[in-house]
């Protein structure tokens, strides 16, 4: 039986059943482990943000939250009547460096292929309609870092009611629980549903193709 926060290891894949669009699909990676290129499947991390660990990442955010928007592929962000709540990111030098260490170990990916966290908290009636987490091609956002691969997605604090993460064209749909993860390719259509009662926060790591400068 796995341990809390030990790294790595997957507690519930859940197997791909067909693929969304063919970008990005037969990548290779050289760094090994995980790194998504393809079709290949949800992995979950039960208790890998230990209590402390989503109460700094929920501080640190707090004092810098702005409205949730949306990037466009010319380099705006702007706000998007598919996207609502709170956005504030954290780097890694903020006291996070060792769970960014232990996401490079559980998915097998340098961290120099991090960005920041993107720390996200809904009211309620927040959401985040389906989208993709990567970015068109000849989009001003590819550079640096190339191409988005996997979203490493950590649940902070659970609502009351609402805010499930759902993947709509594999009918997958996964409850919040604080400390636990999710990893998944960016090219897979995904989506925060609608906050029906208290907060929900969420931390993403998006993983890079190449090595990217703000982590
Ligand atoms: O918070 C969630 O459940 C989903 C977050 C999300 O879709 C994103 O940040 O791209």
């Not at 290779?28 to 991390?45: N, S």
Request: with cysteine; charged share 25%.
């Amino acid at each position: 039986m796995r341990q809390a926060n030990e790294p790595g290891r997957p507690l519930l894949a859940l197997p791909s059943k067909r693929r969304d669009r063919p970008a990005y699909e037969d990548q290779e990676t050289d760094g090994g482990g995980l790194m998504y290129a393809g079709d290949t499947e949800i992995l979950r991390f039960e208790a890998f943000l230990t209590p402390a660990e989503c109460a700094l990442l929920i501080k640190l955010a707090s004092a810098r939250l702005t409205s949730a928007t949306v990037a466009l592929p010319e380099g705006k962000r702007v706000d998007h009547p598919g996207r609502s709540g709170a956005i504030g990111f954290v780097m890694d030098q903020d006291g996070l460096e060792n769970v960014s260490d232990r996401i490079a170990e559980a998915i097998g990916v340098p961290k120099e292929r991090f960005e920041a966290f993107q720390v996200v908290k809904y009211g309620p009636g927040d959401q985040y309609e389906p989208h993709y987490d990567t970015f068109p091609d000849g989009s001003t956002w590819l550079k640096p870092g190339g191409q988005r691969i996997g979203s490493f997605l950590m649940y902070l604090q659970a609502p009351a009611a609402g805010g499930t993460t759902i993947f709509p064209l594999r009918s997958v749909e996964i409850t919040t629980r604080a400390g636990d993860a999710i990893y998944f390719p960016s090219a897979w259509l995904h989506g925060s549903t609608p906050v029906v009662a208290g907060e929900k926060w969420s931390a993403t790591k998006w993983v890079r193709e190449e090595a990217f400068p703000w982590h």
